[in-house]
Protein backbone atom coordinates (compact mmCIF):
# COMPACT_ATOMS: atom_id res chain seq x y z
CA UNK A 1 0.00 0.00 0.00
CA UNK A 2 1.14 3.34 -0.54
CA UNK A 3 0.05 6.55 1.91
CA UNK A 4 -2.20 7.95 -0.82
CA UNK A 5 -4.07 4.55 -1.18
CA UNK A 6 -4.37 4.67 2.87
CA UNK A 7 -5.95 8.04 3.24
CA UNK A 8 -8.00 7.19 0.30
CA UNK A 9 -9.22 4.33 2.71
CA UNK A 10 -9.46 6.45 5.69
CA UNK A 11 -9.74 9.93 5.19
CA UNK A 12 -10.58 11.35 8.12
CA UNK A 13 -7.76 10.34 10.90
CA UNK A 14 -6.57 11.63 14.51
CA UNK A 15 -2.61 11.43 14.72
CA UNK A 16 -0.75 11.27 17.56
CA UNK A 17 1.73 13.71 17.02
CA UNK A 18 5.23 14.21 18.46
CA UNK A 19 6.47 17.06 16.39
CA UNK A 20 9.25 13.91 15.59
CA UNK A 21 10.68 13.49 11.88
CA UNK A 22 7.80 10.17 11.61
CA UNK A 23 4.99 12.26 12.85
CA UNK A 24 5.82 14.91 10.85
CA UNK A 25 5.93 13.39 7.63
CA UNK A 26 3.06 11.83 8.34
CA UNK A 27 0.76 14.79 8.95
CA UNK A 28 2.16 16.44 5.64
CA UNK A 29 1.33 13.19 3.82
CA UNK A 30 -1.99 13.66 5.24
CA UNK A 31 -2.41 17.11 3.65
CA UNK A 32 -0.48 16.34 0.68
CA UNK A 33 -3.41 13.53 0.06
CA UNK A 34 -6.52 15.51 1.48
CA UNK A 35 -7.23 13.44 4.45
CA UNK A 36 -9.19 15.23 7.02
CA UNK A 37 -6.64 15.33 9.77
CA UNK A 38 -6.44 16.62 13.14
CA UNK A 39 -3.40 16.27 14.87
CA UNK A 40 -3.02 15.57 18.86
CA UNK A 41 0.29 16.48 20.77
CA UNK A 42 0.14 15.22 24.60
CA UNK A 43 2.44 16.92 26.56
CA UNK A 44 3.24 15.33 29.91
CA UNK A 45 6.06 15.32 32.35
CA UNK A 46 8.00 12.98 29.76
CA UNK A 47 7.92 15.07 26.67
CA UNK A 48 10.05 18.23 27.17
CA UNK A 49 9.30 21.58 25.77
CA UNK A 50 11.12 21.75 23.05
CA UNK A 51 9.31 18.54 21.33
CA UNK A 52 5.99 20.77 21.86
CA UNK A 53 7.81 23.85 20.19
CA UNK A 54 8.87 21.87 17.14
CA UNK A 55 5.42 20.09 16.87
CA UNK A 56 3.41 23.88 16.74
CA UNK A 57 6.30 25.02 14.24
CA UNK A 58 5.36 22.36 12.23
CA UNK A 59 1.46 22.05 12.20
CA UNK A 60 1.51 25.86 11.57
CA UNK A 61 3.82 25.67 8.44
CA UNK A 62 1.71 22.82 7.30
CA UNK A 63 -1.51 25.07 8.09
CA UNK A 64 -2.75 21.93 9.98
CA UNK A 65 -5.10 21.91 13.12
CA UNK A 66 -3.42 20.79 16.11
CA UNK A 67 -4.86 20.45 19.58
CA UNK A 68 -2.79 19.84 22.74
CA UNK A 69 -4.22 17.30 25.13
CA UNK A 70 -1.92 17.69 29.19
CA UNK A 71 -1.45 14.58 30.91
CA UNK A 72 -0.40 13.98 33.92
CA UNK A 73 1.19 10.39 33.77
CA UNK A 74 2.93 10.44 36.76
CA UNK A 75 -0.16 10.28 38.27
CA UNK A 76 -0.70 6.81 37.67
CA UNK A 77 1.17 4.99 40.55
CA UNK A 78 2.27 1.60 38.06
CA UNK A 79 3.67 4.42 35.49
CA UNK A 80 5.64 6.49 37.60
CA UNK A 81 7.31 3.12 39.78
CA UNK A 82 9.11 2.62 36.06
CA UNK A 83 8.13 -1.44 36.01
CA UNK A 84 9.66 -2.98 32.96
CA UNK A 85 6.78 -2.27 30.91
CA UNK A 86 5.93 1.31 31.59
CA UNK A 87 5.50 2.04 28.59
CA UNK A 88 2.38 0.05 27.97
CA UNK A 89 0.60 1.81 30.90
CA UNK A 90 1.79 5.06 29.74
CA UNK A 91 0.44 4.50 26.01
CA UNK A 92 -2.88 3.14 27.14
CA UNK A 93 -3.27 6.66 29.37
CA UNK A 94 -1.71 8.96 27.03
CA UNK A 95 -4.18 7.38 24.07
CA UNK A 96 -7.40 6.22 26.15
CA UNK A 97 -7.34 10.41 26.34
CA UNK A 98 -6.07 10.90 22.90
CA UNK A 99 -9.09 8.54 21.66
CA UNK A 100 -11.75 10.85 23.93
CA UNK A 101 -10.38 14.43 23.02
CA UNK A 102 -10.28 12.84 18.67
CA UNK A 103 -14.20 11.49 19.33
CA UNK A 104 -15.30 14.40 20.70
CA UNK A 105 -13.90 16.32 17.52
CA UNK A 106 -15.48 13.56 15.51
CA UNK A 107 -12.32 11.64 14.71
CA UNK A 108 -12.57 7.99 15.26
CA UNK A 109 -9.66 6.28 13.50
CA UNK A 110 -6.75 7.00 15.14
CA UNK A 111 -2.75 6.89 13.73
CA UNK A 112 0.69 7.07 14.68
CA UNK A 113 4.07 7.58 13.30
CA UNK A 114 5.57 4.16 14.03
CA UNK A 115 7.41 3.19 10.75
CA UNK A 116 8.89 -0.14 9.16
CA UNK A 117 12.25 0.67 10.88
CA UNK A 118 10.36 0.51 14.43
CA UNK A 119 11.54 -2.80 15.79
CA UNK A 120 7.82 -3.73 17.67
CA UNK A 121 8.49 -7.12 18.92
CA UNK A 122 8.30 -7.73 23.08
CA UNK A 123 7.88 -3.60 23.19
CA UNK A 124 5.12 -2.74 25.39
CA UNK A 125 4.04 0.31 24.09
CA UNK A 126 3.41 -1.17 20.58
CA UNK A 127 1.33 -3.91 22.60
CA UNK A 128 -0.40 -1.38 23.88
CA UNK A 129 -1.29 0.33 20.53
CA UNK A 130 -2.33 -2.75 19.03
CA UNK A 131 -4.86 -3.38 21.90
CA UNK A 132 -6.42 0.27 20.89
CA UNK A 133 -6.32 -0.77 17.34
CA UNK A 134 -3.93 2.29 16.17
CA UNK A 135 -2.91 2.49 13.28
CA UNK A 136 0.50 3.03 11.54
CA UNK A 137 0.38 3.89 8.24
CA UNK A 138 4.37 4.32 7.52
CA UNK A 139 4.44 0.66 8.78
CA UNK A 140 1.88 -0.21 6.71
CA UNK A 141 3.41 1.10 3.88
CA UNK A 142 6.97 0.33 4.46
CA UNK A 143 8.39 3.29 4.87
CA UNK A 144 11.72 2.89 6.53
CA UNK A 145 13.73 5.98 8.72
CA UNK A 146 15.92 6.60 6.26
CA UNK A 147 13.10 6.45 3.29
CA UNK A 148 11.28 9.23 5.75
CA UNK A 149 14.24 11.34 6.36
CA UNK A 150 14.63 11.55 2.37
CA UNK A 151 11.33 12.35 1.61
CA UNK A 152 10.88 15.12 4.23
CA UNK A 153 13.95 16.76 2.98
CA UNK A 154 12.33 16.81 -0.42
CA UNK A 155 9.09 17.91 0.95
CA UNK A 156 11.14 20.90 2.61
CA UNK A 157 10.35 19.67 6.44
CA UNK A 158 13.47 20.53 9.35
CA UNK A 159 12.39 17.88 10.91
CA UNK A 160 14.03 15.83 7.93
CA UNK A 161 17.32 15.41 9.97
CA UNK A 162 16.33 15.59 13.64
CA UNK A 163 17.55 13.17 15.89
CA UNK A 164 15.08 10.56 17.25
CA UNK A 165 14.25 11.66 21.23
CA UNK A 166 13.46 9.26 23.40
CA UNK A 167 11.17 10.46 26.11
CA UNK A 168 12.40 11.51 29.59
CA UNK A 169 11.33 8.59 31.85
CA UNK A 170 14.07 6.58 29.43
CA UNK A 171 16.58 8.38 31.32
CA UNK A 172 15.35 6.63 34.61
CA UNK A 173 16.52 3.23 35.40
CA UNK A 174 14.15 0.91 35.37
CA UNK A 175 13.10 0.07 38.83
CA UNK A 176 14.05 3.64 40.04
CA UNK A 177 10.90 5.54 40.85
CA UNK A 178 9.93 8.39 38.38
CA UNK A 179 9.35 12.03 39.60
CA UNK A 180 9.19 15.12 38.48
CA UNK A 181 12.31 17.02 40.02
CA UNK A 182 14.28 13.95 38.37
CA UNK A 183 12.53 14.87 34.76
CA UNK A 184 12.94 18.44 35.44
CA UNK A 185 16.56 18.12 36.26
CA UNK A 186 17.34 15.87 33.12
CA UNK A 187 14.96 18.20 30.50
CA UNK A 188 17.24 21.01 32.37
CA UNK A 189 20.55 19.60 31.99
CA UNK A 190 19.91 18.09 28.56
CA UNK A 191 18.86 21.89 27.52
CA UNK A 192 22.54 23.15 28.72
CA UNK A 193 24.64 20.59 26.85
CA UNK A 194 22.29 21.76 23.58
CA UNK A 195 23.38 25.11 24.16
CA UNK A 196 26.78 24.04 24.24
CA UNK A 197 26.49 22.14 20.52
CA UNK A 198 26.27 18.70 21.52
CA UNK A 199 23.22 17.08 19.48
CA UNK A 200 22.14 13.34 19.86
CA UNK A 201 22.47 12.75 23.77
CA UNK A 202 21.20 11.53 26.15
CA UNK A 203 21.72 12.03 30.16
CA UNK A 204 20.92 9.44 32.25
CA UNK A 205 20.44 9.17 36.13
CA UNK A 206 23.43 7.09 37.60
CA UNK A 207 22.53 7.07 41.09
CA UNK A 208 22.48 10.23 42.09
CA UNK A 209 25.17 11.58 39.43
CA UNK A 210 24.21 12.13 35.52
CA UNK A 211 25.90 10.01 32.90
CA UNK A 212 26.61 11.70 29.94
CA UNK A 213 26.02 9.60 27.06
CA UNK A 214 27.71 11.26 23.29
CA UNK A 215 27.99 9.80 19.89
CA UNK A 216 31.73 9.05 19.16
CA UNK A 217 32.24 11.83 16.87
CA UNK A 218 31.98 14.03 19.91
CA UNK A 219 33.70 12.93 22.61
CA UNK A 220 37.03 14.94 21.99
CA UNK A 221 34.80 17.94 22.21
CA UNK A 222 33.32 16.88 25.54
CA UNK A 223 37.26 16.52 26.53
CA UNK A 224 38.08 19.81 25.53
CA UNK A 225 34.43 21.69 26.77
CA UNK A 226 35.14 19.35 30.42
CA UNK A 227 34.82 22.44 32.18
CA UNK A 228 32.01 24.40 31.01
CA UNK A 229 30.09 21.06 30.84
CA UNK A 230 30.48 20.51 34.29
CA UNK A 231 29.61 24.25 35.49
CA UNK A 232 26.52 24.27 33.43
CA UNK A 233 25.28 20.68 34.90
CA UNK A 234 26.53 21.28 38.53
CA UNK A 235 23.05 23.02 39.89
CA UNK A 236 21.34 20.27 38.60
CA UNK A 237 24.08 17.31 39.40
CA UNK A 238 26.69 16.71 42.23
CA UNK A 239 28.17 14.40 40.01
CA UNK A 240 28.87 14.22 36.32
CA UNK A 241 30.27 11.72 34.59
CA UNK A 242 31.01 10.67 31.00
CA UNK A 243 30.50 7.58 29.27
CA UNK A 244 33.05 6.21 27.07
CA UNK A 245 30.94 3.85 25.36
CA UNK A 246 28.62 6.50 24.31
CA UNK A 247 25.83 5.62 22.33
Not at 62 to 67: F, I, P, R, V
Not at 142 to 169: D, H, M, Q, V
Not at 202 to 208: D, P, S, V, Y
Amino acid sequence: MELKGFFERYPKVALAFSGGVDSAYLLYAAKKYGADVKAFFVKSQFQPEFELRDAEELAHSLNADMEIIYCDVLADAVVADNPENRCYYCKHRIFDMLRKAAGAAGYTCIIDGTNASDLVADRPGMKALAEMEVLSPLRLCGLTKEEIRSRSKEAGLFTWNKPSYACLATRVPVGEKITREKLQRVEASEKELTALGFSDFRIRLFGGAARIQLREDQMEKAVELCGAVCQRLKPYFEIVLLDLEGR
